[in-house]
């Protein structure tokens, strides 16, 4: 069981950063992959990136790609998502998510391939 507590959003005008934190409990985090997704209103739930469980692999959609990285330190239980030159549709609830690794690499990137959710949290930015 792992439980997740997201946390770092925000209002944020255009062009500006936030950086959202997501904890873990447990003592088996380094055992799962880690994947940020978001959903704005009237659409649908979106993989905007992923990290191995340990850190050797990360993917970044297309839409978020040289803008957001994702980073995780498992010493702390804590998967990371840096977002720089926010633009309006950026806004969304975004919530990380954990999905069991089978082998280092792996990297899931559908939704029903991870198991735990956090809350999520709310990503505002204006123009």
């Known amino acids: 069981q792992v439980q997740l507590v997201e946390s770092g959003g925000g209002l944020v005008q255009a062009g500006g950063s936030l950086r959202l934190s997501c904890a873990a409990s447990?003592?088996?985090?380094?055992?799962?992959?880690m994947g940020w997704f978001r959903q704005a209103p009237g659409k649908e739930r979106e993989f905007v990136a992923g990290?191995?469980?340990?850190?050797?692999?990360?993917y970044t959609a297309d839409s978020v790609k040289g803008r957001f990285t994702i980073s995780r330190d498992n010493a702390e239980n804590t998967v990371y998502l840096q977002m720089n030159s926010l633009k309006p549709e950026d806004t969304a609830v975004y919530s990380c998510a954990a999905s069991w690794a089978r082998y280092n690499y792996h990297l899931p990137r559908l939704q029903n391939e991870y198991a735990y959710w956090g809350q999520g949290t709310q990503v505002t930015v204006s123009s």
């Open positions: 990290i191995s469980r340990i850190g050797g692999a990360t």
């Open positions: 447990g003592r088996t985090f380094s055992s799962y992959a």
